[in-house]
């Protein structure tokens, strides 16, 4: 219910809401009145306002702060930032992982297009032809991305792989090339410049699991130290940034990476993650993480909430049969038709679970199926191992080849089956429990616009509340306001964003309000929205009733309104001087 007035104290006034503030203290019924685009005061009994939101029963929280996505791209056509502004998400920070598009030389573009599609899995197709490249230095990519407004506020950060071919050239582009000491001074001039012009950071990659669309390892997969510091120095004469890194920490890497943000005297972030082929790895990062607050420096885990996994159905990128020759006959046709011939020829999908072929990839997806799961709606992210594509499969006397294809065939060839790779090695998520309640972490991972076709886990904020605090059964739930605290204030001063995160007089009216009884994830969806026709899974969400970002609203009962307040960040936020409630 609403209520609006002429004559009025506050522009907006939330009422009898149940406040979580973002500062990990007990919820609170109370008032939030909103001025000028930052919350003027918060109590039980506050003046009248022009326009009046009854939040009776409902929760209002600080608008969700995502500090890793991969919008650098579309943030440049889509001023939505979808499936990100579905969800609750107020501030987003791009530009992670070492990819982005800036600076660029004319001429080097399909460079930078095959290693963010290769790294994220973004079409190239899609990219070519949704950005323009109206800039060339970093300084102008910003500038282009603060000429159009956005439903939330941006922020990008410098990445290394381009940074690095821009000043190499071609040689950039080769991992082991060794930069000369001239080099490192333009690649740290550069730095500079953009960390001035508002630039949050700078981003590199060293793990295997990234490549170019060709194949080959990313431009900084095994930059050497001298390169490593030259840039910490860059970050170190202005003192700003954040340093960010996707690396598989192995070997000496976390000292490496420690000796850089030690040289920096900034921030270091880094991914923190279960992966299959070493699930206790995890531990040992996390240790040296707290060894290295305790020395003294700044450095933080990202972590997931749920399991990272890819999603496969008949009109994805990747599933079982992806290889079979019989595959290959139809794999071209419309979706439709490739439905039908699937549906009503017996034949070919005898073929396809009867005559596989006999290579590495096979014999890996017939393991991958015993740890596969049917993607219900609503999706279930901790499924019980009993409900495995193979489990199922040998109950009713089927091979896990069979029943898998009878799955994704279902619902008219919408089915989807979701293969866990990460933070699901033993099969449950009281490991992601410990990583969500460690000292020095904060919530990341969901990597929005990334991932088009195989994942969507931009969700995650939604799944993070959703589940951890109302439907988990295989486990220990967490309270909801620690969880509001992780996703709000620790990921914004994780970024020195200090005027939002907080439901404060004085912090910036970033605001959710939301039904957690409703509130929920849905089945994730193909679409082909994306420039040049291209294809990406979407997953909407159910429960959020307002989002207001600077104090205008900008989505209600799930809907976009139209506003778009959002801004260009540039560098970090300084705390407001917090007035009395």
Known sequence: MERWEIAALHETVIRNGTVVDGTGDEKRVADVAIDGGLISAIGPTLGSGQREID?????????????????????????????????????????????GFAPVRPGSEPFLISLMEGVEDIPGTVLAEGIDFRWESFPEYLDVLASAPKVMDIGAQ??????????????????????????IA????????????????LTTSRTIKHRTATGDFT????????????????????????????????????????????????????????????????????????????????VNGQVGCRPIGVMMGIDTSIHPFTDHPAWQEIADLPIDQRIARLQQDAALRRRLIEERPDDEKTRWMDQALDKSYELMDPPDYEPDPALSIGTRAN?????????????????????????????????????????????NTICGLGDG??????????????????????DRTRGERLPLEFLVRKQTRETARSYGLLDRGVLAPGYKADINIIDHDALGVTKPELVYDLPANGRRFIQRSTG????????????????????????????????????AA
């Open 55 to 99: 939040a009776d029963g409902l929760l209002v929280l600080p608008g969700w702060v995502d500090i890793h996505t991969h919008y650098d791209g579309q943030a440049t056509w889509d001023p939505y930032l979808t499936p990100s502004s579905w969800h609750g998400v107020t501030t987003t920070v791009f530009g992670n992982c070492g990819v």
């Open 158 to 183: 410098v990445p290394h792989g381009p940074l690095r071919f821009y000043v190499m050239g071609d040689r950039g582009a080769d991992h082991a090339a060794i930069p000369t000491d001239a080099e």
């Open 186 to 201: 333009e690649m740290g001039r550069l730095l500079e410049e953009a960390l001035d012009a508002g630039a949050l950071g």
């Open 219 to 298: 431009p900084s997969f095994d930059a050497r130290e001298a390169e490593l510091l030259g840039l910490a120095d860059a970050m170190n004469r202005p003192s700003k940034g954040v340093l960010e890194c996707n690396s598989d920490l192995a070997e000496n890497d976390f000292e490496i990476l420690r000796a850089v943000a030690e040289r920096a005297n900034r921030p270091l972030s880094l991914l923190l993650l279960q992966m299959d082929h070493a699930p206790e790895r995890w531990r040992q990062t996390l240790a040296n993480i707290h060894a290295a607050n305790e020395a003294g420096l700044t």
């Open 395 to 439: 109950a009713v006397g089927m091979s896990k080849w069979a029943f898998a294809l009878d799955r994704m065939l279902a619902h008219d060839g919408t089915g989807l089956i979701t293969l866990p790779f990460e933070n699901y090695s033993e099969q449950s998520l009281d490991r992601v429990r410990e990583m969500l309640v460690a000292e």
């Open 449 to 470: 616009g990334a991932h088009v076709s195989v994942i969507c886990d931009a969700s995650y904020p939604t799944t993070l509340i959703s589940h951890w605090t109302r």
């Open 544 to 579: 959020y009733r307002h989002t207001f970002v600077s104090g205008v609203e900008v989505a209600r009962d799930g809907a976009h309104t139209g506003e778009l307040p959002g801004k260009l960040l540039r560098g970090a936020r300084p705390a407001p001087v917090e007035r």
